[in-house]
């Protein structure tokens, strides 16, 4: 930074600066991605649906898939200890060489119930997705919205 200064100044000098300002390190915060175009057909869906009744809203199965990893792969995680607690289990986060423990899965909920939990294996293509609402969400239909 100094190189691009007239009068050079101390890396102290900028953090106690920052610090005054009430700037400091922090751990970034993760959030998924929304891109303009999806922003605004989520926007677009909401005002579409704002005026929908309770009856409406009870005509809905929503659904999603989620993966959900059992050992923490990315990301820091702080602990407080002193230096003698190092090695306490408490202390430690376990890890796994290779793999993340993970599981995929798709499920439905709707005002009437909650649909089955599908464990899936590897990406899902149309073929795979189309047999989920044939094999899963179909007969779940029928026990919801019988008739």
């Not at 102290?12 to 303009?36: D, F, M, S």
């Not at 119930?113 to 590897?122: C, D, F, K």
């Amino acid at each position: 930074m100094n190189s691009h200064l007239q009068d050079p100044v101390s890396s102290k000098t900028v953090k106690r600066e920052l610090h005054a300002a009430n700037i400091y390190g922090r751990v970034v915060i993760r959030k998924p991605l929304v891109t303009p175009t999806n922003a605004f057909k989520r926007h677009q869906w909401c005002r579409d649906h704002k005026c929908w009744s309770p009856q409406q809203w009870q005509q809905v199965i929503w659904s999603d898939e989620s993966s959900f990893t059992l050992f923490q792969t990315t990301g820091r995680v702080y602990v407080w200890r002193t230096p003698k607690e190092a090695f306490n289990p408490e202390c430690l986060l376990p890890i796994v060489k290779h793999g993340s423990g993970s599981i995929m899965v798709w499920g439905a909920i709707s005002w009437r119930g909650v649909g089955p939990l599908v464990i899936l294996h590897g990406r899902i293509k149309s073929n795979h997705y189309l047999s989920i609402l044939g094999d899963h969400v179909h007969p779940f239909v029928q026990t919801v919205f019988p008739g």
